[in-house]
């Protein structure tokens, strides 16, 4: 068994292709809290466990002896989609939750995994932390979390992707300078008009990040008076835009926005 092979399949997030892959049919796979035998079992245990969560591995050590792995591994799980009955602690989109795992793997005759051990210790405990966002799969699926906090306006969660002196430039605004500034910023507006982005493509390594999306801008009240184009309660507006992130140690440290596009409604 390549290990490393198997992880980068596994942090690409499609657990059927997973599944079959790299599991033998008659798998079984035993946690502290279940057991899952056969690939149906546990690919429909994958999709409960990642729905709205990417999980992603990240090794400490692995050891070999013929058909056994023994691995000491952090696990990010990176949040999309509200996760209350998260097994190891309530998730909302933005949220990075660490686990440190020790797992044992047995192979059958073909290399895969017939069986799968997992213990755990608490979460964030004994673990070592990844960047927020970087090159790394992690990294990139951090920023869709980013992105999925920023669009549920909670801009609690989506500031601790920031650096305290962040910049942010907008084409329609002055220049912002620092992480509270744009939260107060963003906070403000949210009250009156939400933002939702849609990310068409992404560009990402440990120095920056490269978006296309589409903000769609919807009236929570009456805003006449909003920037790109004036709402009623309920009416939205898109503009499609470019957005360049500077990154510094795994977090964002400017942000400069481009529109590519006319406000549509």
């Not at 609690?156 to 910023?185: H, N, S, W």
């Not at 589409?214 to 309660?233: E, G, M």
Request: charged content about 25%; hydrophobic content about 40%.
């Amino acid at each position: 068994m390549n290990y490393d092979a198997y992880v980068a399949a596994f942090n690409q997030g499609n657990d059927e292709e997973l599944v079959e892959t790299w599991f033998a049919p008659d798998c079984v796979m035993y946690s502290s809290s279940r057991v899952s035998r056969g690939r149906e079992e546990l690919l429909a245990f994958l999709h409960w466990a990642h729905d709205g969560v990417r999980e992603i591995v990240r090794p400490r050590l692995v050891m070999q002896q013929e058909n056994r792995l023994f691995v000491d591994v952090d696990m990010d799980f990176i949040c999309t989609e509200p996760r209350p009955d998260f097994p190891f602690a309530p998730l909302m989109p933005g949220d990075i939750l660490t686990v440190r795992f020790f797992v044992t793997y047995t192979l059958d005759e073909h290399g895969r995994i017939a069986e799968l051990c997992s213990m755990t210790w608490p979460a964030e405990q004994g673990v070592i932390k990844a960047p927020m966002l970087s090159g790394h799969a992690g990294g990139r699926a951090a920023y869709q979390a980013y992105a999925a906090a920023f669009s549920d306006g909670d801009m609690e969660r989506a500031g601790r992707y920031y650096t305290d002196d962040c910049t942010l430039r907008l084409p329609t605004a002055p220049l912002m300078v620092g992480k509270q500034a744009i939260c107060d910023f963003y906070g403000t507006m949210f009250r009156s008009v939400r933002e939702h982005l849609t990310i068409h493509s992404l560009v990402i390594d440990d120095k920056g990040i490269a978006v296309d999306c589409t903000s769609t801008f919807t009236a929570q009240v009456d805003a006449p008076d909003f920037v790109v184009a004036p709402l009623r309660k309920g009416e939205s507006v898109s503009v499609r835009v470019f957005v360049v992130y500077g990154l510094r140690n795994g977090q964002i440290s400017t942000i400069d926005v481009a529109r590519a596009s006319t406000p549509e409604g």
